[in-house]
């Protein structure tokens, strides 16, 4: 954009060359007109400065969102797709409240802590498979 200030230049030099003044209506206007393509030429200028800094800021982000999506996507399909395909089983249960058939995933089953919520009344599923301790969670039953 460095031309467009050699150019206003240029035409500033020429009318001086041609000793225009702002003596004359005309040459008033012609001096005006150059004074406003110099503004023009900042203003350019500026502009194409802030958007090279924006063009660098857009690619870095563009970056960091590479490398963020290639941890989230190599988590899922490698830790989680694959072992879900290759390794975990799912095991059908029946939702003690409703009686829907839900799949659960054995690891999930193994994890004491894990709570499952029956997708079909959203209550939650205590299962004891292991061990018959139904006193702790399941107190349902009882009134
Ligand atoms: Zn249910």
Known sequence: MK?????????RGLADG???SEDTKE????IQIVDVLE???DAVNELAEVHDELDEYVECIDEDLADVE?????DLYDDDYDDYDEEEEFIEVECPHCEHTVFVEE?????EDADIICPNCHEPIYLDFEDEDD?????????
Request: glycine fraction near 2%; charge should be negative; avoid cysteine.
């Open 3 to 11: 031309y467009l200030y050699e150019r206003v230049s240029y035409l």
């Open 39 to 41: 503004e023009f030429a």
């Open 70 to 74: 290639e941890e989230v996507f190599d």
């Open 27 to 30: 040459g008033k206007l012609l």
């Open 135 to 143: 006193d702790e969670d399941d107190d349902e039953e009882d009134s």
């Open 18 to 20: 041609l000793q225009i």
């Open 107 to 111: 690891e999930v089953l193994e994890d």
